[in-house]
């Protein structure tokens, strides 16, 4: 089967940019995605994203699949441990509606303690992630749900609007480290792998996951999707030069927010950029060089949907555009 190609949307932007024009520039790059012949499209969650300035993803979702037609939408991610369940049933149930059955779910546990403390949560987070969870899937099921956690309670409750997929939108869990993609393999649909890591830590993770499915008597997973960060240009040299100022902005922020970590011991982002960027945790490059690198992607961990982010904070429409009409032009043929 051919792998599927998706966009996923960088909403975050520094803090002088108009944001009326962020959300413009993100509706623009889905139509181009859908004349290009892209089959899906994502977007993230952060809340108070300084230094940068982020759109929310529900409403951003909602508005951008006017222009995503047939294109599958995605929420990549979810921050699921900070919200009510009820509110995520109830907005993934109506997103589903919205795209006529053609929505995902993807969640995430969350690792910022700006968040985590604006949202008033414990230290402790991992069981009141499982718990949202369970209720969350429940709840999109169909069923009457009696249950009660950190900032909900239920008893005996329905959704109020049902998805069209049945039994559900398919549930992908995002995982860094090692404890959270057996956890990802356990509970969900998918593992949703991270777009920060090196392709060897990947692929050796990708190995404890295939393992704790059989383990747990689980079929494999229908899709082994991944976000990836991509820049496309007429060279090596160029590309590289054209994204790395933006790339190597975004990163030092994932590190100041803590992303670091929660990342494999053996793959810490605390590196210098030349060193970061080895490895394949960056697909940047020429058209050969990039459908090289995603070729080696869906050959070691058998990936079936890539979510390609072609723009990181401060980068200009144009040079994303560029980047996105090389890759359908030039990269998707020499992969697909």
Known sequence: MAPRFGIFLSAQHPAERSASQIARDCCEQVRLARELGFDDVSAGQ?????????????????R???????????????LLTLLNPVEVAENAATLDAITDGRFVLGLGLGYRQEENDAFGLPARRLSIFEQKLDVVRRLLEGEVVSAEGHGFK??????????????????????????????????????????????AELERQRGLYVAERERCGLAPAAEVPIIKELYVGADDASAMQAARPYLEGKYEAYVQWGQSEVMPPADTLRREFDELAGGGRFIVGSPETCALQVREHIERLGVTSLFFRFQWPGMPQELVLASMRRAAAEVFPLVR
């Not at 952060?46 to 909602?62: G, K």
């Not at 039994?167 to 959270?180: G, M, V």
């Open 64 to 78: 951008i699949a006017a222009d995503a037609g047939e294109m599958r939408v995605c929420s990549g991610i979810v």
């Open 154 to 199: 239920l008893e005996g409750q329905q959704l109020g609007i049902r998805p069209v997929q049945s039994p559900r939108p398919p549930i992908w869990l995002a995982a860094n480290n090692d404890k959270a993609v057996l956890r990802a393999a356990r509970l969900a649909d998918a593992w949703l792998l991270s777009p920060h890591t090196n392709l």
């Open 46 to 62: 952060h809340f108070l994203s300084q230094p940068y300035q982020m759109l929310q993803l529900v409403p951003l979702l909602a």
